[in-house]
């Protein structure tokens, strides 16, 4: 079983910062994928950013320059940096992580989430 543990949601006032983090713990080989998505009301998930096991990153086109995701592997740990945050920032952020098991076999796991507000 693989859990995902998030924390650092909150209230934030526009141009703001806030840090997401996430751990996952149980037992597996390695992750190959860990990515924070989000989901505003009424709208799709989305993700956000991503970081492979080797340091390759993804970002959505919206947080481009302001959100930097970073992670370490020996933690199993993924981290979001959040700067300039604006009020359409304001979502539901989710951990993802694809989990590679010691056979090989590979499945995502999700976060419960945690609440970003930006308003003033």
């Known amino acids: 079983q693989v859990q995902l543990m998030e924390s650092g949601g909150g209230l934030v006032r526009p141009g703001g910062s806030l840090t997401l983090s996430c751990v996952a713990s149980?037992?597996?080989?390695?992750?190959?994928?860990m990515a924070w998505f989000r989901q505003a009301p009424g709208a799709q998930r989305d993700l956000v950013a991503l970081?492979?096991?080797?340091?390759?990153?993804n970002y959505g086109d919206s947080v481009k320059g302001r959100f930097t995701i970073s992670r370490d592997n020996a933690k199993n740990s993924v981290t979001l940096q959040m700067n300039s945050l604006q009020p359409e920032d304001t979502a539901v952020y989710y951990c993802?992580?694809?989990?590679?098991?010691?056979?090989?076999?590979?499945?995502?796991?999700w976060g419960q989430g945690t609440r970003v507000t930006v308003s003033s």
């Open positions: 993802k992580s694809v989990v590679r098991f010691e056979d090989w076999s590979v499945e995502p796991y």
């Open positions: 970081m492979t096991e080797v340091g390759t990153t």
């Open positions: 149980g037992t597996f080989r390695s992750i190959d994928v």
